[in-house]
């Protein structure tokens, strides 16, 4: 653990050694989530430095987790690659405050989708008819969606009938009801679900419902108990997504033992 004279000092470092002094959290985590769908680049380096290095100083743990949402573009061999590379960046310095060898997001999916029950019963979102296109067209307008006020019975079982496979990709998505004027356009009852028929490298043909990376990112983020997580402009999405969760109590204290509220916390870098 690096020495109070040793240590560099930023606002990222004053927050999580705030974190610390209040006992707000007892031992930091963080957490490095590529997308197992390419190489690595010099941006990935920022992150592995930053996360790696915030859990060094402050005698935490960083959380490798591959964010597996997308089995279109994904390979086992870009988690082969990644892994090998961050080993390779972090040898000798911070290999000892790895926290998963890796993690995946992929573990979670049945959370997930239990998560998105919770939420369509408290009439927090809806399954929506609309195409890409038109979703894309009402968003920008601030017009909202012919099917968001959908009774929840109707909602639950379609979505159930979305995960048994009944509707091709494309049919059908299940948004979160939030606001179609948000001022943060992607918060216009963003989607949730996308159906896609399409085998992933770890479930198999397990899932034909995927979650979309806002979703799952926030909830693995939840799940693996990441007390601070620095994210740059182009995912502010993420921290509107978990005001929306707490909001909306979700997940449920029925369905974990605490809630989104006594967790994680974003820091914008």
């Not at 296109?133 to 009402?138: G, I, L, P």
């Not at 494309?170 to 009852?189: E, F, P, S, Y």
């Not at 993420?238 to 204290?253: Q, T, V």
Request: glycine share 6%.
């Amino acid at each position: 653990m690096t020495t109070e004279t040793e240590r560099p000092s930023d606002f990222i470092r004053d927050i999580v050694a705030d974190d610390l002094r209040t006992d707000k959290y007892k031992q930091i985590c963080t957490r490095f989530p590529p997308e197992p769908n390419g190489y690595l680049h010099i941006g990935h380096a920022k992150s592995i430095c930053l996360n790696f290095g915030i859990a060094r100083e402050f005698g935490g743990i960083c959380n490798i987790r591959m964010d597996d949402t997308n089995p279109i573009k994904e390979e086992a061999e870009y988690v082969e690659s990644i892994m090998t590379d961050v080993h390779w960046l972090i040898d000798g310095w911070a290999d000892k405050h790895v926290g998963g060898v890796p993690f995946y997001a992929s573990d979670y999916f049945d959370r997930f989708y239990e998560y998105a029950v919770d939420l369509i019963r408290k009439g927090k979102a809806y399954v929506c008819d609309m195409t890409p296109e038109e979703t894309d067209a009402y968003r920008r307008l601030g017009k909202a969606s012919s099917f968001r006020d959908r009774p929840i019975e109707e909602n639950l079982d379609l979505f159930a009938r979305m995960k048994a496979g009944e509707f091709s990709d494309g049919a059908r998505t299940l948004r979160a009801k939030i606001d179609v004027n948000a001022a943060n356009i992607w918060m216009r009852d963003p989607v949730l679900y996308r159906i896609r028929h399409a085998s992933h490298h770890r479930t198999g043909d397990k899932w034909c419902i995927y979650p979309m990376y806002d979703w799952a990112h926030t909830l693995s983020d939840y799940i693996e108990g990441i007390t601070r997580f620095a994210h740059w402009n182009s995912k502010c999405t993420a921290r509107s997504i978990i005001g929306f969760l707490r909001r909306s109590n979700c997940p449920s204290r029925a369905l974990t033992n605490t809630s989104l509220r006594d967790s994680i916390s974003p820091i914008r870098s």
